[in-house]
């Protein structure tokens, strides 16, 4: 055996991007304090040098455990060598590297990255979040055994919860013939949801709050629609909701109705309640991610890579079904390659866990569905024969297509069937199946423009240009979203020694795949969200590529462009790096947006 020793990490790199973060977060401790003299609020510099230290800290724990780390072994592959007799042989060739594996250096950096998002871009700031919070709070009704709708088919929430989406307490509430307290729709308008419009005020209002009861809403007016008019000063508890749920599968909101759920039986106020389901929902990104970097047989580090984007991390600590959607994708891709290169042969339980994930996934965006034909990587000779490989296709799709009728029947119906539609932001008809049918013209025309015109925000908004709800002052600059996109190519080129596995036929087929997502995707948003007199398609935003980015880069390894050192390791720490800067970097931001 062949033993090839690579040079340690470099410390002069750790030292000084060290010195480089911290004389960053240095000038943005600038910025703070200047938006901090306007406001009077001087506790935001002492959090502020806690998000600076957290994030630099973390850089260095990483680095470590990156460049440093245990001794581990990597194998390579073979190459030849003479013996005496001049006869050739055969050995093996290990690489003798120092680091913690991937997916454990993946544990502590999502964890740390996810709270310091959880704290810097609080509750709702993320895009819909509002309307997926409400969705695991009727969910979370339910497995309290409580009434998960009211009036008007509107979500019960605890009174004091109304806060979450009435933050400055603008709502003017009747008491319900039931008891309970509601607002009109008209009443709700200017009322300010926490977090979606995230300024420096947010932060005070969270920093006044704190973890401690208010006291309830008093002075209550107004009458219902019954007539009653009994304004008795308070309700009895319950307050209806003003966001309506998304109409989904349940599943994509279990991990944050447990949270929630949790948060009620310990009583804690609102802001216990609106961290703790966002922190459960970060919990299940990282145990699926996680699975999926232990069952990926290559390519682990461009996964990781993918989840040091901002804007992943952004979306993994907040109430989105894009959490199940986007950890579901990568752990059901993993499987699928690690049943085409890594297993001897396809077990039941595999079968099943496939169509589990499909069945989660599939519901909250049909467009992903198409991801069940990266099972088509698996040799049938894995499966036994053609019969049993037909029997397992047929549990997957199965799974899914239950489900589907389940949760989406209605919502594939009209869309198939209907001839006209209108489109309520614009006020305006919209596109229908049949027009896009009849006139192949225009519907090509307006993929293409699109395509043209569109393609540098969908690059930039899949990185995390804009983070909070698509918000262009929450903005990582651009030449710190150019080095991911460049370090993610680094991670995607062949190193010395390293096997092409995604190759031929396969290559292509992963590129019909995401082809056909991101095709799919558009022509949703087309039905569901442009406006006929538009030239593009409105609506879709480059997070919607995310759960089949991984794979597509994986297929970008090739024999034209073969690197003579592995830096995947040098890449990822400097992704790192990046992520503590966005971070104390937006805190600051929001301290000056007064």
């Given at each position: 055996m062949i033993e090839i020793k690579t040079k340690n990490a470099r410390p002069k790199l750790w030292l000084a991007m060290t010195v480089v973060l911290a004389a960053l977060a240095g000038m943005h401790f600038l910025d703070a304090r200047a938006g901090v003299l306007e406001s009077g609020d001087t506790w935001l510099l002492g959090r502020y040098l806690a998000v600076a230290a957290i994030g630099i800290g973390g850089s260095v724990l990483l680095g470590w455990m990156l460049l440093w780390g245990p001794k581990s072994g990597r194998r390579w592959g073979t190459a030849p060598e003479k013996t005496a007799a001049g006869e050739g042989k055969r050995?093996?060739?290990?690489?003798?590297?120092?680091?913690?594996?991937?997916?454990?250096?993946?544990?502590?950096?999502s964890l740390l990255f996810g709270m310091l998002s959880l704290y810097v871009l609080p509750a709702l700031s993320a895009p819909d979040e509002v309307r997926h919070y409400i969705s695991a709070y009727q969910l979370s009704n339910r497995i309290m055994g409580l009434p998960a709708v009211g009036e008007d088919g509107k979500v019960p929430v605890r009174e004091e919860d109304w806060f979450a989406e009435d933050s400055c307490r603008d709502f003017k509430p009747y008491v319900t013939a039931d008891g309970a307290l509601a607002t009109d729709a008209e009443g709700a308008e200017d009322a300010k949801v926490l977090g979606q419009m995230l300024t420096e005020e947010t932060y005070g209002l969270l920093h006044e709050k704190g973890l401690t009861w208010d006291e309830?809403?008093?002075?209550?007016?107004?009458?219902?629609?019954?007539?009653?008019?009994?304004?008795?000063?308070?309700?009895?508890?319950?307050?209806?909701?003003?966001?309506?749920?998304?109409?989904?599968?349940?599943?994509?909101?279990?991990?944050?109705?447990?949270?929630i759920t949790l948060a009620r039986l310990l009583d804690l106020n609102s802001v216990g309640l609106l961290f703790l389901g966002r922190f459960f929902n970060l919990l299940l990104f990282v145990g699926m991610t996680y699975l999926a970097l232990r069952k990926l047989p290559f390519g682990k580090e461009v996964l990781y890579g993918v989840t040091l984007l901002p804007m992943v991390v952004h979306l993994s600590a907040s109430y989105s079904y894009d959490v199940l959607i986007m950890a579901g994708i990568f752990y059901f891709t993993a499987y699928c390659l690690y049943l085409a290169y890594a297993a001897d042969r396809v077990r039941p339980v595999d079968i099943l866990i496939l169509a589990v994930l499909m069945a989660a996934v599939g519901p909250c965006k049909m467009v992903y569905t198409?991801?069940?034909?990266?099972?088509?990587?698996?040799?049938?000779?894995?499966?036994?024969?053609?019969?049993?490989?037909?029997?397992?296709?047929?549990?997957?799709?199965g799974a899914w297509a239950i489900v589907m009728v389940v949760i989406n029947g209605q919502t594939v119906a009209s869309y198939a069937t209907e001839t006209e539609n209108f489109i309520d932001w614009a006020q305006e008809p919209g596109f229908s199946m049949a027009l896009l049918i009849h006139q192949p013209v225009r519907t090509l025309q307006i993929f293409y423009n699109t395509l043209i015109w569109q393609a540098e925000t969908y690059h930039l908004t899949m990185l995390g240009a804009y983070l909070g709800n698509v918000d262009l002052v929450l903005d990582v600059p651009y030449i710190v979203l150019l080095f991911f996109t460049f370090g993610l190519i680094g991670l995607t080129l062949r190193k010395p020694g390293e096997n092409l596995m995604l190759t031929g036929g396969k290559r292509w087929w992963i590129w019909f795949l995401c082809l056909l997502c991101a095709g799919a995707t558009c022509a949703s948003m087309l039905l569901?969200?442009?406006?006929?007199?538009?030239?593009?398609?409105?609506?879709?935003?480059?997070?919607?590529?995310?759960?089949?980015?991984?794979?597509?880069?994986?297929?970008?390894?090739?024999?034209?462009?073969?690197?003579?050192?592995?830096?995947?390791?040098?890449?990822?720490?400097?992704?790192?790096?990046?992520?503590?800067?966005?971070?104390?970097?937006?805190?600051?931001?929001v301290c000056m947006r007064l």
């Open positions: 050995e093996e060739r290990v690489l003798i590297r120092r680091g913690c594996p991937v997916e454990k250096v993946f544990l502590v950096s309830p809403r008093t002075g209550t007016v107004g009458t219902t629609e019954e007539g009653t008019a009994e304004a008795t000063g308070v309700g009895n508890g319950i307050a209806y909701s003003n966001h309506h749920p998304v109409v989904t599968t349940p599943v994509a909101y279990l991990a944050p109705a447990l949270g198409v991801f069940m034909g990266l099972c088509l990587l698996i040799p049938v000779k894995k499966f036994g024969n053609w019969g049993k490989w037909a029997l397992a296709a047929g549990c997957v799709l569901a969200w442009t406006p006929i007199s538009s030239r593009t398609i409105s609506g879709v935003q480059g997070r919607y590529f995310l759960p089949f980015l991984p794979v597509l880069l994986m297929t970008w390894k090739n024999d034209l462009v073969v690197l003579t050192k592995d830096p995947s390791r040098t890449i990822l720490y400097l992704m790192c790096c990046g992520q503590s800067f966005v971070w104390f970097r937006l805190f600051a931001i």
